[in-house]
Each structure stands twice: as C-alpha cells, then as structure tokens.
C-alpha cells in the first residue's frame, strides 16, 4: 500500500455522513431499462451520462452512494473506467462510497479481491465493500485486514431480501444458532470497542418483517435494501431493526433514480426518501 492511510475509520466517518445528512443510501445501478428510461442508449455515453447526472445531482445531500460494480464491469475496461471517475467523483465531492460487488473467494484471490476496492492506491479505492461470507467468515479476512489497515469498511452479506438467501442465511448449525447469526456474530467481535460506530456491517433487508430474534446490535451498520421499488417503506424500518435502527442506511435505488434524467425531480425524490427515514428513525 503506497497511500496514506486515513485517520478516521469508515464507521466513524459513516457515522457523521449520517447525522449530517441523514441516512438515506441512493444505489447507482445502470441496468439496460433504466437507461432506456431516462432517453439514453445502453452504450458506454449512456452509462457515462447517467452516472454523472446521478452524481452531480445528489453528491452534496446525500450521505452514500452505492455503485453496482456489474452495471458497469458488463461494458468491459471501458465500462470499468467509468466506474473509477464515478467512485472518485463521489468521494470527491464528500459522498462515502459503498461498492456492491459482493466478493467472496479464499486466500491470495480474497486478498486481490481486497486490493482492487480497498487499498488506497488503487483507482477502484472505495470507502466499504459488500462481500459474501459463503466460503466461511475466516475467509474474509484479508478483506478484513486491509480494511482495517485503510480506514475502509465492509458490509457482509447476513440477511438479505432476495428469497432465495433463506435457504442459506435461515440454515441452523450444530450449536443451534442460523447462519445468519453467526455472521452477525462475527461481526459483532470485529466492532467490539468501536466509537461511535464500527466499520464492519451487515447486509440486512428492510423488507424481512420482524427480525427480533436475531441480534442486530452489532454496533456497526445495517445496509438495508428494500426500499422503494422492493416494497418496504420508511415507516417499517423501526419495526424490522428494533433497537438498531439508528445504525441502519436504508438503500433506494430505482424509487430515486426512476425520477431521472431531471436534476431536480432526483434531488427532490431523495430529499423526500431521506427526511422520511429521519421521521422513522428519529420516532
């Protein structure tokens, strides 16, 4: 690693984009109808326009974007390199970075996984990652690691709202405790002692209904997808997260970007997306 390393962890930093600006989390998730939707061609200028517009729009007032890394890794090296001025664009304007490329693999091949998105040097640098803990959680760690050593954080797949995830994340071990707990578990020890807030978080959907009984005070954050499109709404977060809800950054993707290509009907979605998570949560 050739950059200096930040002197504020990714929790703590999240922590002040979130009481500054509010929680709301806007996806930026090129996919071929959204283009069509907005008059641009599913071509590397139409990537290219619709990810600056989102960026312009809404850098200064909301507290994370998350890219789709497949969005734009299917247009190839060109669509990666719109990928890297997307991310520094967004970083430069203020706005924490999530990259959702969910990696999950072992050893030297978790590790490269680590450097593209989280070593300062690299031109993919992101302030967290999404990652898959799938091959067992001890296989996250040079992830885990350079993390730590970055600033940066991660956001590990726990409980998520796609239902085919269940099978997995629902799955009872020996001991009697899901899958998904354990993760959360484990990322409850990664956090132990943080202040305000640890870097390393779950992946948790806002649209799985009550989830007392498993134990989200991880004290790190809940990304929390679902919002909008998927069916959940503001109001339902403090029932879904109970205590944790103040740790939670709901995710909106299309409910904001379908409001586009008009600047102003996008930052107007996301202002109304991200004072009713502030209504919720504050409730």
């Keep these: 690693m050739t950059s200096q390393t930040p002197v504020t962890p990714f929790g703590a930093r999240l922590r002040a984009a979130m009481d500054a600006r509010g929680p709301l989390c806007v996806g930026i998730d090129p996919h071929a109808a959204l283009l069509d939707s907005w008059g641009l061609a599913d071509d590397i200028a139409g990537l290219e326009r619709f990810s600056r517009t989102v960026v312009e729009a809404l850098a200064d007032s909301v507290a994370v974007f998350k890219p789709q890394a497949?969005?734009?890794?299917?247009?190839?090296?060109?669509?990666?390199?719109?990928?890297?001025?997307?991310?520094?664009?967004a970083r430069a304007a203020g706005t924490l970075v999530v990259m959702d490329a969910k990696?999950?693999?072992?050893?030297?091949?978790?590790?490269?996984?680590?450097?593209?998105?989280?070593?300062?040097?690299?031109?993919?640098f992101s302030d967290a990652l999404t990652v898959s803990p799938y091959?067992?959680?001890?296989?996250?760690?040079?992830?885990?690691?350079?993390?730590?050593?970055?600033?940066?954080g991660l956001f590990v797949l726990a409980l998520t709202s796609n239902p085919e995830g269940a099978e997995v994340q629902r799955a009872v071990r020996e001991d009697g405790r899901s899958i998904g707990a354990t993760m959360l578990a484990h990322l409850a020890a990664e956090n132990a002692g943080a202040d305000p807030m640890g870097s390393f978080g779950?992946?948790?959907?806002?649209?799985?209904?009550?989830?007392?009984?498993?134990?989200?005070?991880?004290?790190g954050p809940l990304l929390a997808p679902g919002i909008g499109a998927q069916g959940a709404t503001a109001a339902d977060l403090p029932a879904v997260f109970g205590a944790a809800v103040g740790n939670v950054v709901p995710n909106v993707s299309r409910g904001v970007l379908k409001h586009g290509p008009d600047t102003a009907?996008?930052?107007?979605?996301?202002?109304?997306?991200?004072?009713e998570i502030r209504e919720a949560v504050a409730a």
Excluded: Q, W
Excluded at 111 to 119: I, K, V
Excluded at 203 to 217: E, M, P, Q, W
């Design 135 to 152: 091959l067992g959680y001890g296989s996250l760690k040079p992830a885990v690691d350079l993390a730590r050593e970055s600033g940066a």
């Design 70 to 89: 497949a969005f734009f890794e299917r247009f190839g090296s060109r669509g990666v390199a719109v990928l890297e001025r997307t991310v520094a664009d």
């Design 265 to 275: 009907a996008l930052r107007a979605s996301a202002k109304r997306f991200a004072e």
């Design 103 to 124: 990696r999950g693999d072992i050893g030297s091949t978790m590790a490269a996984y680590a450097s593209a998105f989280l070593d300062p040097a690299s031109p993919l």
């Design 202 to 219: 779950a992946v948790v959907g806002a649209t799985l209904g009550d989830l007392s009984s498993f134990d989200l005070d991880i004290n």
